[in-house]
């Protein structure tokens, strides 16, 4: 199956150097709503609980990513995704899946992988890799994985990730590699930034992030918009949510992602 990155059309390139533009000066732009035209890129359950039900891959064109609502200085809103253009950050709700076993961090709503995936975010991946595109992302600096646990790490823009969610009262935040844990080596993924790859597309223009329901990686696939720099991890099959989070199925969390300077891309080790 061929593959190419986003940054491989000339017509998808244009349109994202046009929203990551719009980012910069956004506070200069009249009226309330600014409408962007974008082409098609952009813990274990209970011993007696049944599985979840299967999903399928998403199939078909990708979904017009939604209009760019200014909701004030500096803040702008895509879909369900919040974004501070000043602190080049963006923010979306979600909740925790119920899996036995990790290859993603986040998966879209409804998507295909979310048997896979420690949360479910409220967004397709048309908007996330708007919102990505609007705090600075820029796919022409990508280096996406070749195949699934591809040996030599994505290379791109860098980002840190942080969930968040309510416990007794009070608000947690934590890093998102503190989320991914690995029951043999009995460790978190270290610390450090991730990078924006903006996904790819497959034969017949499909938008592998729309088609997988993949936002944010770590076992260095193809589809993810969001993967992670450091080496493979284990053996599939390894990875699950850090049983020391106590982080119940169904619990509410907000995922932030910011842009960091791009002195910060060295690959984390």
């Known amino acids: 199956m061929r593959v190419r990155s986003f940054r491989g059309n000339a017509r998808h390139v244009v349109a994202g150097a046009a929203i990551a533009a719009s980012a910069a000066t956004i506070e200069g732009l009249a009226g309330s709503r600014l409408s962007v035209s974008l082409a098609a890129q952009q813990t274990s359950p209970g011993i007696n609980k049944p599985p979840p039900t299967p999903r399928s891959p998403f199939e078909g064109p990708a979904p017009a990513p939604a209009p760019v609502e200014r909701l004030g200085p500096g803040l702008v809103r895509v879909g369900n995704i919040r974004i501070d253009t000043a602190k080049k950050e963006l923010a979306v709700e979600g909740f925790v899946n119920e899996v036995r076993i990790l290859e993603f961090l986040a998966n879209t709503k409804g998507g295909w992988k979310a048997y896979e995936s420690a949360l479910e975010l409220e967004t397709n991946a048309v908007n996330f890799n708007v919102a990505c595109l609007l705090i600075g992302l820029d796919p022409a600096a990508a280096a996406v ?125």
């Open 145 to 269: 994985s070749r195949f699934q646990f591809d040996p030599q790490p994505p290379q791109g823009n860098p980002v840190e990730i942080f969930v968040e969610w309510d416990e007794r009262g009070m608000r947690r935040r934590i890093r998102a590699e503190q989320l991914i844990y690995n029951r043999v080596t009995k460790q978190t993924l270290t610390e450090g930034p991730w990078v924006y790859t903006g996904s790819v597309f497959r034969e017949g223009n499909v938008y592998a992030a729309e088609n997988e329901g993949t936002l944010v990686g770590f076992m260095h696939t193809t589809a993810p918009i969001i993967e992670s720099p450091r080496p493979n991890i284990g053996s599939y099959g390894d990875s699950i949510i850090n049983p020391d989070l106590n982080l119940k199925a169904g619990t509410t969390v907000q995922l932030i992602v910011r842009a960091l300077p791009r002195s910060a891309a060295a690959p984390a080790k």
